[in-house]
Every structure is written in structure tokens, then in C-alpha cells.
């Protein structure tokens, strides 16, 4: 598939499958995780190979925050390096996986609850591509991104997400892409090389957060706020922790839940990841 006409041919071809696709949260740390053979890569890349073969990826990403909601909708989107003071081997990656238009009109559609903006603009950016890249090395598979409207509450999003399910019948691979715990202003800098260093109110209320996902318990998960401080320390802004909701409102009554990466780095970021179903 490797002509525009193919690749739309494979896209009216997406009919419901008797399988239905897992989804991912994605703990996607330091863009650096995008090119270096870590432990947190190498988990993603093994992910991969794990899963059913997606017939398209939608990742709503921690760094794509917007007014309103807006999906990409191009026929190739580009790759964005939406960071700075990083080695320009970071800078040089390229990801030139396909989009999806016909599947980006049709997710529009599905949700009802929002005005859903085709985008030609945007692209995927790191919060995507660094993580994609190690799953889907040839590109070989359409990348699309959904974007968050910063707008609207927890709630929203989460009751929005919901109305994503019917695409994981179709074999599309839904990804959260963000991090439960992330304070960059308390980053112990010096520790970052220290294995799962985390302070005592990071790994709290990240053991918090997992016990409540196991439980499936999602309304102190979407009323964060209530948690207490441990919570307001880890979430200070809500743009890396919303992707986990839109994860969470797409599980189904039957699927299992299981955690990987489950580490924290330097002090005051996790990269616990959660596959569903």
C-alpha cells in the first residue's frame, strides 16, 4: 500500500472485526525515549509485537492541547519536534507513517459530543511519534492524532472518549499518550540515572491511581482534584494526565487490565503504562 489510492481503498475497507483492539496509556517521558534503546523503548517496541496489527493508530497526545477538538486529517502527516535543547539527532527523526482522512471523517462523526475540526496542520507530534516509532518501526500503518480541549473538563473528556469504543471493533489501536505523574518543576535533575526514583508523594499517589484503574473505579480518577495533595503535586497541569482518561473511557465491562513501565523517573515523573483488554 503504498500510493494514495491504496492507502483510501484501506481505509473505506474498515468494517467491524470479531476481535476487538486493546488500548494503550503510554507513560511517554523525555522525547530522548524516541531514539535511545531504553528499557521503556524496548517495552514499547516488544508491546507491539503483542497486540493484534492495528489497521490505524489514534493517539491523543499531552501536547496537543487546543480550543475545541480537532483531529489531523491529512493524507501524511508531518513529524513535529515540539521541544528544544535536545541533541539534533533528535531534531533529524523523521516518521513518515500515513494519515487516515476517510477514518479521520468518520471519528468526527462518532463523537457527538463535540464539533470535531478536520485538521491539515498539525502533524504527530512527540508525544506520538516517539513512542509509535519503536511499535510500528516501517511506518506502515496510518497515525492520526486527536487533540484535547483545554476548555472543557475532566469530565468532558472522559464521557467524550466513551463515544470512541465502536473504532476498537474496527481495529483501530487507541492510545493515551501522556504520564500519571508529572511535576517537571521537581524533577531531581541529579537522579534521573537513579532507577526508579521517585519521592514518597509521586509513588503514593501513583500506587493511588493504579488501585483505583484496577478497581475500576474512575470517578475519583476523573475528580482528581479530590485526592489531596499528593494528587495536585502530580498533576499540576492537567494536559499529560487527560490521555489516560480518554484510555480509561474506552474500556470495556470485559477487559483486563495489566501495567507496564512502571517506574518513576527523577523524582517526580512516572512512566506507568496501562494496557486494557
Do not use: C
Not at 60 to 82: C, E, L, N, Y
Not at 168 to 190: C, E, Q, T
Not at 193 to 204: I, S
Amino acid at each position: 500500500m503504498t500510493t494514495l489510492s491504496a492507502f483510501r481503498k484501506f481505509a473505506g475497507d474498515l468494517h467491524e472485526q470479531e476481535q476487538v483492539m486493546p488500548v494503550l496509556f503510554i507513560g511517554h517521558g523525555s522525547p530522548m525515549n524516541g531514539i535511545e534503546d531504553t528499557a521503556f523503548s524496548r517495552r514499547w517496541h516488544q508491546l507491539a509485537k503483542e497486540i493484534p496489527v492495528p489497521q490505524a493508530v489514534l493517539v491523543v497526545s499531552a501536547h496537543w492541547f487546543t480550543q475545541g477538538t480537532r483531529i489531523t486529517a491529512m493524507d501524511f502527516p508531518k513529524t513535529i519536534h515540539d521541544f528544544g535543547g535536545f541533541p539534533q539527532a533528535l531534531f533529524d527523526v523523521q516518521y513518515p507513517a500515513p494519515g487516515n482522512p476517510v477514518l479521520a471523517s468518520e471519528t468526527s462523526a462518532l463523537l457527538k459530543a463535540a464539533d470535531v475540526v478536520l485538521d491539515h496542520d498539525w502533524g504527530l507530534d512527540h508525544g506520538t511519534w516517539t513512542v509509535v516509532r519503536h511499535m510500528y518501526p516501517d511506518a506502515n500503518i496510518p497515525v492520526l492524532q486527536l487533540s484535547i480541549d483545554y476548555t472543557k473538563g475532566p469530565q468532558y473528556h472522559y464521557d467524550l472518549a466513551r463515544e470512541l469504543y465502536a473504532l476498537r471493533k474496527k481495529g483501530v489501536l487507541i492510545i493515551g499518550s501522556g504520564n500519571m505523574v508529572h511535576n517537571l518543576r521537581m524533577v531531581a535533575w541529579d537522579k534521573l540515572n537513579d532507577a526508579d526514583y521517585g519521592y514518597d508523594w509521586a509513588k503514593n499517589i501513583n500506587g493511588k491511581f493504579k488501585s483505583l484503574i484496577l478497581d475500576g473505579d474512575h470517578q475519583p480518577l476523573i475528580h482528581y482534584t479530590t485526592l489531596g495533595k499528593d494528587a495536585s503535586l502530580a498533576i499540576p497541569t492537567p494536559e499529560h494526565y487527560l490521555p489516560l482518561l480518554y484510555t480509561l473511557g474506552v474500556k470495556g465491562r470485559q477487559d483486563t487490565i495489566t501495567f507496564f513501565n512502571d517506574k518513576a523517573v527523577g523524582g517526580s515523573l512516572t512512566m506507568t503504562s496501562v494496557k486494557i483488554g
